[in-house]
């Protein structure tokens, strides 16, 4: 059994291998970015690092989170790249068995597996294929970060 992150976006549970997540927290300032993807919320200053946040339900589903007291940013972690995911609500860390998980074809340019438990499914996303998105990487490629934290 394998340790996910799980958390909602648009009424869709989903889940996050728990070794790529970092950290969860609460959205606060954002510091917005001109002319970026729709699904670019900004910057912001977590953890002394200044992180790009992306708003998954954007990305996936075409429209905006709701910022609310629940909305959260998953800091995750892949290679050397740092990324906030803003989500509506992160809900628990659970134990998931490979056995339960099976692989979706491709839809679009997400890659996603299922995982069926016992009472619903979760769709379980790897940070490496959040992060080879091609729009993500063309925009983690044109801000640069570290010119960010030394100004």
Known sequence: MDK???FCVNGVEFALPIDHV??????EEITQIPQVESFVLGVSHVRSKIIPLIDLKNLLFSQPCKQDSATRIIGIQYKENHLGIVVEEAKEIMDISSDSIQQVSNIAEHKFHVAKL???LVLIM????LLNNREIGKMLS???????ANS
């Open 4 to 6: 996910y992150v799980t």
């Open 22 to 27: 970092n950290y969860i927290e609460q959205l």
């Open 118 to 120: 016992e009472d619903r």
């Open 126 to 129: 790897q940070p490496e294929d």
């Open 142 to 148: 044109q801000l640069n970060l570290e010119e960010l």
